[in-house]
């Protein structure tokens, strides 16, 4: 059994995975309404409340702990003070325990989260369930992070596109925050399109060339700035659904066409859509269409694991080889071994 902890920006996370029944158990407590007053992540604050989190959470784990046989961390990306937090109960836990620690990437956990479901529903046949869906197109769509990864036979992963600028949830929150609502965004401006005409206002789409993979969102933010100075406050308000339905459309137009052009140019065999963004409705619809259409099975993070929790991070560690806490951490993902 493995129990991971998470703590790499503003949820601090633990969760047990029992590789013969799947997520055993699994906590998250956030902090957004806390940075919501800011308007976004304060790495001190957050830290500090990692700090009085954690131990409140372990302790729900506490009569799970003699069944423990590894631990699991999220080494990075992330803030670092938080990140902190983790690391440092996780090495208190693996001395006290003498359990081994293991130290796992974020985002490789984003990519593998997709198979959690799939894995929950037999967990006996999943490797070779797995083998079977290999390689895979992970989408990963975050606060912080825009990534088209490809993950190989061996389990290696690559990055086949990234976006050059702004993550795409940035893009929703920066989006939201010239539109008067609060951080983060993104559910809001998903609540406020679902009312909205798509076709009312236009905004650009990055890099539309097919031939490039490359993904950029910080034109649109600014288109929206300028078609805001266009209106009065009154004006904003009365086309609040519109603008909204407009500035989500060009986000997942783009992320569509980029997702298929990677399919279209190299053979995968099946799909799948991680990362807070994932929890778009629209989004999820539009990339499974994309993907059944290619004859490509899709699998969807379940909305509990799309933003940050502990579950990704146990069963991260349990479907990649094992590499100690302390490693340095990757500079990206474009390594085979983070
Ligand atoms: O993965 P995540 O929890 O954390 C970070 O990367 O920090 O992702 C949070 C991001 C935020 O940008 C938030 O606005 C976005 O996910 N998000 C959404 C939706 N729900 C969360 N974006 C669009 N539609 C949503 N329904």
Redesign the pocket.
Same mark, same amino acid.
């Given at each position: 059994m493995i129990l991971a902890i998470e703590s790499s920006?503003d949820e601090s996370a633990l969760a047990l995975f029992d590789p013969a029944r799947g997520i055993v158990r699994e906590l998250v407590s956030t902090q957004a309404a806390e940075h919501e007053k800011y308007g976004g992540v304060v790495p001190e604050l957050a830290s500090r409340m990692h700090l009085s989190a954690l131990p409140w959470l372990l302790e729900e784990f506490r009569g799970d702990l003699p069944a423990v046989t590894r631990l699991a961390v999220t080494r990075g990306p992330g803030l670092l003070p938080c990140l902190s937090m983790g690391v440092t109960l996780g090495r208190a836990l693996a001395l006290a325990t003498g359990r081994p620690l293991v130290g796992v990437n974020h985002l490789r956990a984003h990519v593998h989260s997709v198979f959690l479901p799939r894995h929950a529903q037999d967990p006996a046949g999943f490797l070779a369930a797995r083998a079977a869906l290999l390689p895979h197109l992970g989408i990963v769509i975050?606060?912080?992070?825009t990534l088209l990864v490809r993950l190989g036979e061996d389990l290696s992963m690559q990055v086949v596109a990234r976006t050059v600028d702004d993550a795409a949830? %940035?893009a929703?929150?920066k989006g939201a925050k010239l539109l008067g609502l609060p951080y983060?965004?993104?559910?809001l401006? %998903?609540r406020h399109a679902a009312q909205g005409d798509v076709g009312k206002f236009a905004f650009p789409r990055g890099i539309p060339e097919k031939a490039d993979l490359r993904l950029s969102f910080s034109g649109l933010k600014t288109a929206l700035r300028y078609q805001l100075e266009k209106m009065d406050d009154a004006q904003v308000q009365a086309a609040l659904p519109d603008l909204c339905a407009g500035y989500q459309h060009a986000i997942i137009e783009q992320l569509v066409a980029k997702a298929g052009a990677a399919l279209d140019r190299s053979s995968y065999r099946s799909v799948g859509l991680s990362?807070?963004?994932a929890?778009?409705r629209t989004l999820r619809q539009r990339l499974t269409n994309a993907s059944v259409q290619r004859g490509l099975p899709m699998f969807l993070a379940e909305p509990k694991h799309?933003?940050?929790n502990a579950a990704m991070i146990a069963f991260a560690a349990w479907s990649e080889p094992d590499r100690p806490a302390d490693a340095a951490p990757a500079p990206s993902l474009t390594v085979d071994q983070p």
């Open positions: 920006c975050s606060g912080g992070n949830g %940035e929703f929150d983060p965004g993104g559910a401006i %998903e990362g807070g963004v929890n778009n799309c933003g940050d």
